[in-house]
Every structure is written in structure tokens, then in C-alpha cells.
């Protein structure tokens, strides 16, 4: 079975000034959260063997909370198809994922992310930032990873853990 966490990026600045809505930063909460949720994945003895993530600032810096709170040190990949995608382009993303990884977190927006967690699993779950859904995938392959096949294991904010 794989197991897919899907993480939406962290608190991010609206601060104006920034050229681009893709190069909006982390804000004081975001930076805070991020290592929050990196801590409780340790916590949690999660062993990622794969971090996927949308290369958006906000999701870059993200994603260097969850690293440094979690002391991974494994591949993380820059999918430039992750930003402003829809669920059912998440989905195919998905589903090119090598084999060899069987835990895999990935880092994204919204609402593509809390409607990928609704397709996979059937559950309807709110993804505020920093959230994480983890979702059991009962294939041999993802590629085989289709609508309504997943389970959802546990869904967690960082409010939660505050």
C-alpha cells in the first residue's frame, strides 16, 4: 500500500510588492507552522522517501519547514504542474510517481489540494494552510491511483496541534 500526504503550503504574506502571486513568501505564521507539522511527522515516526512540491515560493519555503522539522534528507522534486492545478491534475501527477517511493508528501494550493483529498478518499476535508492528509493507496502501482480508491488515515492542522 502507498501512502500519499498531501500538504497544502503554509501561511503565506499579502503583503504588497511581491512581482508575482507565485513568488508570495511565507508569513510569520507560515513560517512558524511549517516546521510545526515537520516536527509532528517525526513525532509521528512518518518516513517520507519523497517530497513533491509545487515551486511557488510559499510552497518552497514550506516545504523547507517540513524538512528541517522533520530532519528529512531524501529526494524532493519541483513539479511545476502542482501550481494551479485542479484535482484531477493532481491525479496525474500522481500517477507518474516512481514505484520505488512508496510514502510520498506532497506540498500545493488550494482548492486543488482539498478537492484531490475529496477525490482520492471520498471524505470532504477542509485543507487550511499547513494542513496534511494522509491518504492510504491499496495499489501495486501508482499509476494505478483512480478517483474514490484511497482511504483517508488521518487529516492534521496546525491549529490542532496548537
Same mark, same amino acid.
Given at each position: 500500500m *502507498?501512502? +500519499?500526504?498531501?500538504?497544502?503550503?503554509a501561511?503565506?504574506?499579502?503583503a504588497?510588492? *511581491?512581482?508575482s /502571486?507565485f513568488? =508570495?513568501?511565507?508569513?510569520? =505564521?507560515g513560517?512558524? $507552522? !511549517?516546521?510545526?507539522?515537520?516536527?509532528w +511527522?517525526?513525532?509521528?515516526a512518518?518516513? +517520507? $522517501?519523497?517530497?513533491l &512540491?509545487?515551486? !511557488?515560493e510559499?510552497?518552497r519555503? #514550506?516545504v &523547507?519547514?517540513?524538512?528541517?522539522?522533520?530532519?528529512y534528507e531524501?529526494?524532493i522534486?519541483?513539479?511545476? =504542474?502542482? *501550481?494551479d492545478a485542479? !484535482? /484531477?491534475?493532481l %491525479? /496525474? @501527477?500522481?500517477s507518474t510517481?516512481?514505484d520505488d *517511493?512508496?510514502r510520498v %508528501?506532497?506540498v500545493?494550493?488550494n482548492?486543488?489540494?482539498s /478537492?484531490?483529498? #475529496?477525490?482520492?478518499?471520498g471524505e470532504m476535508?477542509?485543507m487550511?494552510t499547513a494542513a496534511? !492528509?494522509? @491518504?492510504?493507496l491499496?495499489?501495486?502501482?501508482w =499509476? &494505478?491511483?483512480?478517483?474514490?480508491?484511497? #482511504? +483517508?488515515?488521518?487529516h492534521? #492542522?496546525?491549529?490542532t496541534?496548537?
Amino acid at each position: 500500500m *502507498y501512502q +500519499l500526504y498531501l500538504m497544502r503550503h503554509a501561511k503565506s504574506s499579502w503583503a504588497p510588492g *511581491y512581482a508575482s /502571486d507565485f513568488r =508570495r513568501p511565507l508569513n510569520r =505564521r507560515g513560517q512558524l $507552522d !511549517a516546521p510545526l507539522m515537520g516536527r509532528w +511527522l517525526q513525532k509521528q515516526a512518518i518516513q +517520507l $522517501d519523497l517530497i513533491l &512540491a509545487s515551486p !511557488a515560493e510559499r510552497a518552497r519555503q #514550506t516545504v &523547507a519547514g517540513v524538512v528541517e522539522g522533520l530532519g528529512y534528507e531524501g529526494d524532493i522534486w519541483w513539479e511545476e =504542474r502542482i *501550481y494551479d492545478a485542479f !484535482a /484531477d491534475d493532481l %491525479l /496525474d @501527477i500522481i500517477s507518474t510517481i516512481p514505484d520505488d *517511493y512508496g510514502r510520498v %508528501l506532497m506540498v500545493g494550493h488550494n482548492p486543488g489540494f482539498s /478537492d484531490c483529498v #475529496t477525490s482520492l478518499s471520498g471524505e470532504m476535508i477542509n485543507m487550511p494552510t499547513a494542513a496534511i !492528509a494522509a @491518504i492510504g493507496l491499496p495499489v501495486e502501482h501508482w =499509476r &494505478a491511483v483512480r478517483p474514490g480508491g484511497g #482511504t +483517508l488515515l488521518w487529516h492534521m #492542522t496546525p491549529k490542532t496541534l496548537k
